[in-house]
Each structure stands twice: as structure tokens, then as C-alpha cells.
């Protein structure tokens, strides 16, 4: 160790010249890719950068914290509706009705937070399973929100420039990532990421060192349910129309699972799962058209699964391949990361 | 008079049907090494749980530094200066050493969540707090020797090291009042000697006070300034080391007859 060593080192971001030349060429790639390829998998990159964010929220949550949620929906719904209706009906800019309507989702998460901490495990599940599934009750049921028929999303307006292709979209969805992600890489290395760290690993010890777990439980809940608005608010300007409908459970568990996949508690997990799970999920939905095994796959499902029903051989697909990523690396993608950087390390040796 | 320290008066706790303790009272003086001993499940645990908030007594009350902190929470007694070390080990397993004791800064920084957010760079408010605090922090490893393990995640670090890093986190508190549960145990005869010597360091060097469980008489003996001894949660006797050696209780039931021999060796 170099008797000068400035402690920077041990918080800043780019660590090395070798990290410096990944995050260029990372990002040269990013500013690069819309170009190259077709519309739809700009598409594609939005939908993914919107999971990141609310992958990268939970997380916080999840493995950070060691809460769970499978009420994310709900937050998510919260910021799309929220967007929308403040964009529509009282004419704020897009800048200013994204950030307040993830607030109303920060604010509705510190409420949700707060019964979340005489609960533990199974019942919490329960409890923001609930508040997922009411949020989307309540939104379809009252006539500002469009009730069931939904609301159209307006053009996003920034100054002079009007966002209508999903190429101009990508890149304020890139820029906002970038921002988010960064944010919650600083969280995490200061003060309060710290208090969260310790409260998921020894909470006893945690209180007694002066953490206030009722005050960073509840926070880490807030700052989560803001993220997921974030994602949520943007989200409503990739579908253009949004209703009650989309919000489901079983977007909650994606959530989760991207999470789970990815590896929580990592800062790239999420990332990598959202990214593999949204891919997967686009990609299988063709899976019939690949020659050979969407033909044997169709087989397959008309002779054990249902006759009309090939629908749901993609679901049996994308199901296996998360229940081996588990059986393989508990840890997710992440864990198979670590073991690589660990293999090319040693490496001839 | 002395400002007051430590006072616990009338103390009683139980569970279920275990009266853990039981009108437990004595005052600590600041700057002393105060120790408490008695058998397995004598209660001395519960004790220190109650003085860092995480039991609620019963009966009684405990005043530290005039403030009445038996109603209190654990995180607000820590900001009055309490620290203490576990019997079984508390650390965050998967944080580094130097995260851990990071942790025990929590009190002294000011960075929150927007602040901890836009650390952009190295002139922002939190990196200059979080290199300020890690020069501190750095001391304490010096201190306890474990510029080795500065940077591994602590899970995976030898019983003995962890129970070091747990004082080092207890440390970076800066506590007026340091409890210690069974900072010796699993240790060989080498790490007990530097623990001793640590032990001594903080009280003289840092102006520590100390309120100390172990189970090894002759450092409880030999370091001490004053002694309680508890059995079945009651008091049994309280007075310098030397005194609570003849008291007859103590003999019989903490150090027990056939143990004799011992006794005469450390007196
Ligand atoms: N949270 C608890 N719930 C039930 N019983 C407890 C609890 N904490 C301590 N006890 C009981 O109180 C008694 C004293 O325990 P403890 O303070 O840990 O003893 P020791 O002197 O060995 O540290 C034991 O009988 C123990 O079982
Ligand atoms: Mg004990």
C-alpha cells in the first residue's frame, strides 16, 4: 500500500485507466446503436432501460435493504398515471411532471414502508402484493385516470425539442438511466447506502451503532417506489396509452425475478437481468418462427400441453431458463460474473 | 461530587417465567474499567441489552451522563455515546473491514440521500466527508493492527479478527462508554495478551470507559478497576478485584470449589 493513498480511491467511479476505456467505449456503443440498428430494437433498448431503472429501485429494496416487494406495479402505475395526468390535465413539461409524479410514488412507498416494518419475509409479500393489486382497483375506477378505457400519453415536449421518434426517445431514456444508475452507485457507496448494507446484515448491530432503522426502512422503500415511477412515467410514453390492465402481479414478479436473475445486492445485476429477462420475454414470444425447435416446440406443446394453446410454451421456456440460471448460480448472473473475473485473474495458472 | 456516569438502579427483566434480572443497581465512574462476572446465563447479556436500548427493563432505571435512556432506542442511546461489542458476533458480513468500521462513523457524517446521491465528484460534500472519515477510520486500523484485512469482506476473516474488527467498529463510535461482551472468548493466549493490552490502551490512551464481561478471571482480575459479580440475575457482590476474590458466593458458585488452585495463583 502507497503511504499516499488519497481515500478517494476507495468511493470514486472510475477506478482505473482499464474501467475509464469501458465506460467510453460503453458508451460510444450507446451512442452509436440506434444508428445501426432497426426501429424495433430501438424499441426494444427503451423497453429494457425503463426495466433497468425499476430493476436498479428494487434492488435497493430487495438486496440492499433485504426487504421485498411485489407490489412494484403499483409504484409503476403510479408514475405512468401520474406523468400522463400532469402532462394532460394541468399542463406541466414532461421535465417537471416525471420527477413529481415519481415523488407521489416515493410518497405513496415511505406509506407502504411504514406497516412494511412489523413485517417480515411471507407476510410482507402479502402486504405490498395487496397495495400492488389495489392501486390498479382504485386507478380504474376513478374518471380522471381514464377509468377502464385508459389515457392517451401526449407528445414529451423538452424546450424546442419535441420527442416523437423512439430514436429521440432512446437517448433521453439513456441519459436518465445513466443519471439513475449513477445516483444509486453513490448511494450505495456513502453514508446511507451504508446504513441500509448493514441494517439487511445485522440489524441489531446496525441500531446500536446509531442507525435508525425505522427512518433508512422506510427510506429505502421511498427511494425504490421513486425509481419505479421514474420507470413508470416513462414507460407510458413507450406504450402511448396506458390502462389499468398493464399493471398486473405479474409484472410485480418480473420485477422481482429481474432482480433475483441478475443477482441483487450487485450494482450491474439488475441490469444484466432486466436486460437478459426483457430480452428473453420479446425474443420468445417469436420463438415459433426460430426453424427446427419452434417447430419441435410446437409439437411439443400440441401433444402434452393443450391443443390450441402453443401460447404458453414460451412461458415453459422462459421459466426454464430462470429456474437453471437459480439451480446454477444462486448468486445470478452476477455470481457467474465474479466467477469469470476470478477464472481470467488466476488465469494460466 | 463526581458528575454522574452510569447509574442503573433497581434493574429487573424477565421472560416468560426467567427472571433474568433482578434489582440489579451500581454506578460506573468515568474513566474506569468496570467488569461484570458470573456463570453462563447468570444474565449479564440481558444487562448490557438493556443499557443499549435493545431490551426495555421492567423495573428500574439506568441514567447515563444525567439522561434517563431505559425508554430509549438503541440508535439514540449510540448518539449519547454508548458502543458495545456482542458475544456472538454482529458484523456486516459481506462489507469489507473498513466498510464495517465505516459504519461505526454513521453518527459523526452528514451525508444523507441527496447528498450521498450527487457525489460527482471529488469536491462534492459527500466524497470530502467520506475521505475525511476514512482517514479516521484508517487510524483505528492501525491502532488494531489490521491493515491486513483492510479490504476483504469480513465473513470470510478468522473468529478472532472479527471479534478485533467489532472493537474497531465499537471504537470508531468514539464512545464515552464502551461495553464489551466476552472480548477474549475463543482467543488464544497470544490474542487474549493483545487484547489486554488493547483493552488498557483505550481506557488510559482514549479516556474510554469500559464496562466489561469476560469469563477469564485473571484478566478480569488484572485489569479491572471494579468488579459485579450476578448469579441467577441477582447481585451477588460488587467491590474491587480483590475484595469480590474472598467473597465466599463468588468462590462457590462462579469459580467454583475445585477450581481453588486457580484462585490462589491469580490473587
Ligand atoms: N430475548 C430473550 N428471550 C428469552 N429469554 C432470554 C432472552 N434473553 C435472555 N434470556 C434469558 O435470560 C437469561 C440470561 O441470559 P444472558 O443474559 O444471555 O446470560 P449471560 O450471563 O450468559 O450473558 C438466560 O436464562 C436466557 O435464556
Ligand atoms: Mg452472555
Known amino acids: 500500500m502507497d503511504m499516499k493513498r488519497t481515500y478517494y480511491e476507495d468511493v470514486q467511479l472510475v477506478t482505473s485507466p482499464v474501467v475509464l476505456f469501458w465506460l467510453a467505449l460503453l458508451f460510444v456503443f450507446l451512442v452509436v446503436f440506434p444508428f445501426v440498428v432497426g426501429n424495433y430494437y430501438v424499441y426494444v433498448a427503451n423497453y429494457i432501460a425503463i426495466n433497468i431503472i425499476v430493476a436498479a429501485g428494487l434492488n435497493l429494496l430487495v438486496g440492499y435493504t433485504g426487504q421485498i416487494s411485489l407490489g412494484h406495479a403499483g409504484f409503476f402505475a403510479i408514475g405512468a398515471y401520474g406523468t400522463v395526468i400532469l402532462m394532460a390535465k394541468a399542463g406541466l413539461p414532461f421535465l417537471l411532471a416525471l420527477p413529481c409524479s415519481a415523488l407521489v410514488a416515493a410518497g405513496f412507498g415511505f406509506l407502504l414502508g411504514l406497516p412494511a416494518l412489523r413485517l417480515e419475509g411471507p ?4 402486504a405490498t402484493l395487496g397495495f400492488g393489486l389495489t392501486i390498479t ?24 425539442w419535441i420527442i416523437n421518434t423512439d430514436r429521440q426517445f432512446y437517448f433521453l431514456l439513456v441519459f436518465i438511466t445513466i443519471v439513475l444508475l449513477t445516483g444509486m452507485r453513490n448511494l450505495i457507496r ?41 420507470g413508470g412515467g416513462l414507460y407510458a410514453f ?45 425474443k420468445l414470444r417469436n420463438i415459433l418462427d426460430i426453424p427446427f425447435l419452434g417447430d419441435w416446440l410446437e409439437a411439443l406443446s400440441r401433444s402434452w400441453f393443450s391443443i390450441t394453446g402453443v401460447s404458453n410454451i414460451q ?35 | ?52 436500548g435493545l431490551y426495555k427493563p421492567d423495573e428500574g432505571s439506568i441514567r447515563f451522563k444525567e439522561t434517563a435512556v431505559e425508554k430509549k432506542k438503541p440508535d439514540a442511546i449510540a448518539r449519547l455515546g454508548v458502543a458495545r461489542t456482542f458475544q456472538n458476533i454482529e458484523l456486516f458480513s459481506h462489507m ?50 489490521l491493515q491486513q484485512v483492510r479490504d476483504i469482506p469480513v465473513g470470510a476473516l478468522p473468529y478472532g479478527t472479527q471479534k478485533l474488527i467489532e472493537l474497531a467498529r465499537a471504537l470508531a463510535l468514539e464512545p464515552d462508554l464502551l461495553l464489551l461482551d466476552e472480548p477474549c472468548a475463543g482467543m488464544n493466549q497470544e490474542e487474549k495478551q493483545d487484547m489486554i493490552f488493547w483493552i488498557k490502551d483505550i481506557q488510559d490512551d482514549l479516556g474510554v470507559t469500559i464496562l466489561l464481561i469476560e469469563h477469564d478471571m485473571k484478566l478480569v482480575m488484572d485489569i479491572s478497576d471494579r468488579v459485579l459479580a450476578i448469579n441467577f440475575g441477582k447481585s451477588v457482590t460488587l467491590g474491587t478485584p480483590g ?20 484462585i490462589s495463583a491469580v490473587g
Open chain 1, 190 to 230: 456513502t453514508r446511507v447506502g451504508r446504513a441500509f448494507i448493514a441494517i439487511r446484515d445485522a440489524d441489531i448491530a446496525a441500531q446500536t451503532m446509531g442507525v435508525n432503522i425505522v427512518f433508512y426502512k422506510t427510506l429505502a422503500f421511498a427511494v425504490s417506489a421513486f425509481y419505479a415511477g421514474i
Open chain 2, 243 to 262: 475484595e469480590v476474590q474472598q467473597n465466599k458466593e463468588v468462590r462457590k458458585a462462579y469459580i467454583g470449589e475445585e477450581d481453588q488452585d486457580g
Open chain 1, 123 to 126: 407476510y410482507l409479500s402479502i
Open chain 2, 1 to 52: 461530587m463526581k458528575p454522574e456516569f452510569l447509574t442503573v438502579s433497581n434493574l429487573s427483566i424477565s421472560f416468560g417465567g426467567i427472571k433474568a434480572l433482578q434489582d440489579i443497581s451500581f454506578s460506573m465512574e468515568k474513566g474506569e474499567i468496570f467488569s461484570v462476572i458470573g456463570p453462563n446465563g447468570a444474565g449479564k447479556t440481558t444487562l448490557f441489552n438493556c443499557i443499549s
Open chain 1, 315 to 349: 412461458y415453459i421456456v422462459f421459466g426454464s431458463i430462470m429456474v437453471a440460471i437459480m439451480l446454477f448460480e444462486p448468486l445470478g448472473l452476477y455470481g457467474v460474473w465474479l466467477r469469470t473475473k476470478r477464472y481470467w485473474r488466476t488465469w494460466p495458472f
Open chain 2, 96 to 145: 469489507n473491514t473498513m466498510e464495517n468500521i465505516m459504519l461505526g462513523r454513521h453518527i459523526h457524517m452528514k451525508t444523507g440521500l441527496f447528498r450521498g446521491m450527487g457525489m460527482w465528484g471529488k469536491s462534492t460534500f459527500a466524497a470530502k466527508e467520506e475521505i475525511l472519515h476514512r482517514e479516521k477510520v484508517e487510524q483505528i486500523i492501525d491502532f488494531l493492527e
Open chain 1, 137 to 160: 382497483q382504485i386507478i380504474g375506477r376513478i374518471e380522471l385516470f381514464g377509468g377502464r378505457e385508459g389515457l392517451h400519453a401526449p407528445d414529451i415536449v423538452i424546450g424546442s
Open chain 1, 238 to 282: 413507450v406504450l402511448k396509452f396506458i390502462e389499468p390492465e398493464i399493471f398486473t402481479l405479474m409484472m410485480s414478479i418480473m420485477f422481482l425475478a429481474m432482480v433475483v436473475v441478475g443477482g441483487q445486492g450487485s450494482l450491474m445485476g439488475p441490469v444484466v437481468g432486466a436486460g437478459l429477462l426483457c430480452w428473453l420475454d420479446l
